[in-house]
């Protein structure tokens, strides 16, 4: 079937599906007019029964971790595909040698640029443990969070240096950071089954609502999320990076 | 209202997203579709999910593309190259 | 403007799709397919919206019971960086096929036999 018969095709049932859409969408409460009951209920007693401001990180890590559970690893076993697909590849020669590392580096990078992305690693690994960290009082949490504190070691190979990413961010210990993270977070669902019988209920003291070391077990659990996303994600960058700037191809 | 701009502009920027035709242009115009579905999402009450998607669209999603079009780029520049030497 | 945020969203579904049907490049498919997704965030947070509703973050307002359903956006939240991960699984199978078949079109893909 050649192209302008897959267009054709994809017309008739694009009509056809956007029909059907619309009509589901039609039966659905009109926009503003909320009805459901979970919502409610969580926005009305969620701060006295669990202790934190932040709902959306209370249901995240509390009421719902279960789920988060599921969400984490999938996020794993991706970035694992990832791995397991460019490290495949590698039959190719590598090629870091020092003058061509030289060579692969930005050539409009002056040292006042560089020296910008050198202060802002450490500004952005504050800002992103800042919001790991008040998961529970503010906007936030672990997934945010996380990609922020990624983001920090990227600033080096968005200066210019690329192949220093590697060196700010060793391979060895984000993959064990990820690791740690996603074992972290099953081991504290684990503590809920052990110390309050339930898996992932929540097992340590609440707090006052508002403090920093508050809602239980939300803190840990965020600390564990943000480890692995930030891991997560540095190792998929650092694989494409080796992808496109370290391997060249022999001959 | 807001909530109706910022559905227009995410409305048009899906469609500029599509039919973008070079893969380079449309990962720029895919970071500015993020900044817009991101100001949606904070006029719809959702702190949280706006930053969220700010710092994917921003930082998470265009350094993986752009390194993917930088690969793929070089390997077509070895498979023209080797078919230049075996002809 | 009761209708608005869903007729968006099915807007976004069905044209993400057409742009992974149509494209000769997989990397235009590949980001296609986030449009498709953002169609789904779109979707769930407008289900959510409860009119004169505010944030559900009760750091320094009374907490009332008449604020947005925080429900759909954890749901979304972790959605949009688990989808990124997958992004990047699917542009490492680009590269592979890109490798393996020498071009991009999804139309030179053959099946591994060769």
Known sequence: MNRTGRLIMFGISAVALAAVLVKGFAGLPHFGDYTGVYGTVINGIGVTERHATDLVTALNFDLRAFDTLGEEFILFASILGVVLILRELREEREHPHQEEAEEHSFAGASAAWRALALGLIPAMIVLGGYIVLHGALTPGGGFQGGVILAAGPLAVFLAGRYLRMKVVAPQPLVEAGESIGALGYALIGLGGLIFAGVFFKNFLPLGTPGHLLSAGQMPLASIAVGLEVSGAFLVGWTEFLDQAMVIKEQG | MLQIAALTVVALGGLAVVLTGDPLRQTMVLGIYGLGLTMLFFVFQAPDVALSEIVISTVGLPVMILLTLRKVRQQQREQARGKEDDG | ?114
């Open chain 3, 1 to 114: 403007m009761s209708f608005l945020p869903f007729a968006v969203a099915a807007w976004l579904f069905v044209a993400g799709l057409y742009g992974v049907v149509s494209s000769r490049n997989l990397i235009r498919t590949i980001l296609s397919l986030t449009v498709v997704q953002s169609a789904t965030y779109v979707l769930l947070l407008g289900v959510g919206y409860r009119h004169g509703g505010r944030a559900p973050i009760f750091a320094d307002i009374p907490q009332v019971s008449t604020a947005v359903d925080p429900v759909v956006q954890v749901l979304v939240l972790v959605d949009i960086v688990v989808e990124a991960t997958v992004t990047a699984l699917l542009l490492a199978l680009a590269v592979q096929a890109h490798k393996r078949f020498g071009s991009l079109d999804p139309n030179d893909l053959r099946t591994l036999r060769d």
